[in-house]
């Protein structure tokens, strides 16, 4: 019974293109982020919902857009791929605000824009 | 904002020996220190933390130390067995804040 899923988990697409990564989590928690990890392996907090309401937003282009439809979603929809979009997105959950506690990962979705 | 660093990046030792990964923080604030493996292929996953009350914290062959004066935490992994090969992120945060990671070490455990 996977804790926090990530659909899809290799997703391949033409530079201009449209796509969105879900993420579901059945713990329960609160919180959910997204997370960059680039060729280097540096994992980077691109976004954070607190009971679905947008707590953090770093630096990240407005291509990039998080829904929250509820608390235990939050998918992540990027407009016009570039090429500089390739990485590995991972989903992540964790009780309360956040900071605190364990954070739990997806599996990744590994996208290559070609 | 805060900014963890993280040494070394790439760690190789033989079955049996310890390993060492030490990282430091820059915000006095942090005060939870969660420490991930990445296997390869998979989301990170927790293998310990430590909150800033506390110096030291052991789970059988892992332990994390703390030292909140000079803003630097470490883990140690004592007889490594070739499944522990993976990538260790060291993380850092705090009520509210989002965790921040460190650049991750490679860690090779030679059989």
């Known amino acids: 019974d996977t804790a926090v899923s990530q659909t899809p988990k290799y997703l391949v697409t033409q530079m201009g293109n449209d796509k969105s990564i879900k993420c579901e989590q059945n713990?329960?928690?609160?919180?959910m982020y997204w997370y960059k990890q680039d060729s280097k392996k540096f994992l980077k907090i691109m976004f954070s919902?607190?009971?679905?309401?947008?707590?953090i937003n770093e630096t990240v282009p407005n291509r990039f857009s998080p829904k929250s439809p509820d608390k235990a979603h939050l998918n992540l929809h990027i407009n016009s791929l570039e090429l500089g979009d390739s990485a590995v997105y991972f989903c992540?959950?964790?009780?309360?605000?956040?900071?605190?506690?364990?954070?739990?990962f997806g599996q990744g979705t590994r996208l290559t824009v070609v | 904002g805060e900014n963890v660093e993280q040494h070394p990046s790439t760690l190789s030792v033989q079955e049996g020996d310890s390993a060492v990964i030490k990282c430091t923080y820059s915000?006095?604030?942090?005060?939870?220190f969660p420490w991930y493996k990445q296997e390869l292929g998979k989301g990170p996953q927790l293998i310990i933390d430590?909150?800033?009350?506390?110096g030291e914290k052991k789970d059988q062959r892992i332990a994390v130390t703390l030292n909140k004066t000079a803003k630097h935490f470490s883990l140690h992994i004592t007889e490594t067995q070739p499944e522990d090969s993976a990538v260790y992120f060291c993380?850092?945060?705090?009520?509210?804040?989002?965790?921040?990671f460190g650049p991750g070490t490679r860690l090779s455990v030679l059989p």
């Open positions: 430590i909150r800033s009350n506390v």
């Open positions: 993380a850092a945060s705090r009520y509210g804040q989002n965790f921040v």
């Open positions: 713990l329960g928690h609160d919180t």
């Open positions: 919902y607190n009971n679905k309401e947008l707590i």
């Open positions: 915000d006095s604030a942090s005060n939870y």
């Open positions: 992540a959950s964790s009780q309360g605000t956040g900071g605190t506690t364990e954070a739990f």
